[in-house]
């Protein structure tokens, strides 16, 4: 007898069989206990899918725009598919939805694809925590908004800002507010060796006793016209408040505690809004740090010396510019006085960053 036998089959006949006479009839398939279909690995393609932005997330729901410019635009709100996994979803990014995408009360669709990424931005808990926090996917400019007082500016912040911009590949743009309360003019001179755009602004003074807007609003439209724009700042600076004012919309705006002197959080979710004039602009809520564990040391001094900015007339050493230098080369120069004092503290905060991050 062979090594193989199940008894005898119908006619009496013993049913023994060489390992060579196995077919395709000799397997046997038990049912699936389940009732339910295997698992595959195969994942669906989503032909059907229709692409649209993500303007908000909020406790794992997501408003999508789809056909945005256009007579059918409207705003859906979606959940992750499966197939996702463990990537991110945020403001800005360009997905593919399947589902009910007809924007009907009570309708859900699915986010199965995400696009590819121009520019992302993040920041982490603290200078030693290497876990980003994803904040804005696909912005072209960082408004870092400061108030020229109450609560007080501070410039180490905003260097941790352009860091971060510099990082992700937006370009910062500095925006002083509050400037009925104090001069912003000391505020910008330490931020003066630098390419960085600086505009200011009033408290609220953004629309004209006849109606029309201040000089200060039409600066800030044509800035982000044609942008995608997403606002930074500590808690109380005004960010909302500008929002509204460029936007039309009621998005919550704070106080500063007068007893701590620090702004009070009221917004709590990054929302995107169109510009009337063309573009978006992405308001994210006020923080009092920014942390900078996810980005590499290296970059940080290059960053700041692309953007350097030297006295008329000057020569560099050997005609080699600043952000083509070495990192030991870029310290050297600057404190033999290339950029002046103010780039000296510039540099010194930048060197305080890189210490921070051992």
Known sequence: MSWWSDGDDADGADDEREYGEYDESSVRVRPNPKGNRPRTKQRPAYSEAVEGVVWTVDRGRYGVLLD???????????????????????????????????????????????????????????????????????????????????????????????????????????????????????????????????????????????????????????????????TVGHSGVGKSTLVNALTGSQRAVGVVNTVTGRGRHTSSSTVSFKVPSGGWIIDTPGVRSFGLGHVNPENILQSFASHAVFPDGYTPPDGIPLDQAHDWEIVDRVEAGELGDVGRERLESLQALLVSKG
């Open 68 to 230: 945005a410019g256009t007579p059918d635009e409207r705003e859906i709100t979606t959940a992750r598919a499966r197939e996702l996994g463990k990537k991110s979803v945020v403001t800005g990014d360009r997905v593919d939805v399947v589902g009910d995408t007809s924007g009907a009360e009570g309708s859900l669709a699915r986010i199965v694809r995400v696009q590819d990424r121009t520019t992302l931005l993040r920041r982490s808990a603290d200078d030693s925590d290497a876990v980003e926090r994803v904040i804005v996917a696909n912005a072209d400019q960082m408004l870092i908004v400061v108030a020229a007082a109450d609560p007080e500016p501070r410039p180490r912040l905003v260097d941790r800002y352009m860091v971060a911009a510099f990082d992700a590949g937006v370009e910062p743009i500095l925006v002083i507010t509050k400037t009925d309360l104090a001069d912003p003019a000391p505020f910008a001179e330490h931020f003066s060796c630098l390419d960085l755009r600086i505009l200011t602004s009033t408290s609220d003074a953004f629309t004209l006793s006849d109606g029309e807007e201040s000089a200060s609003l039409v600066a800030l439209r044509e800035v982000l016209d044609g942008h995608v724009t997403v």
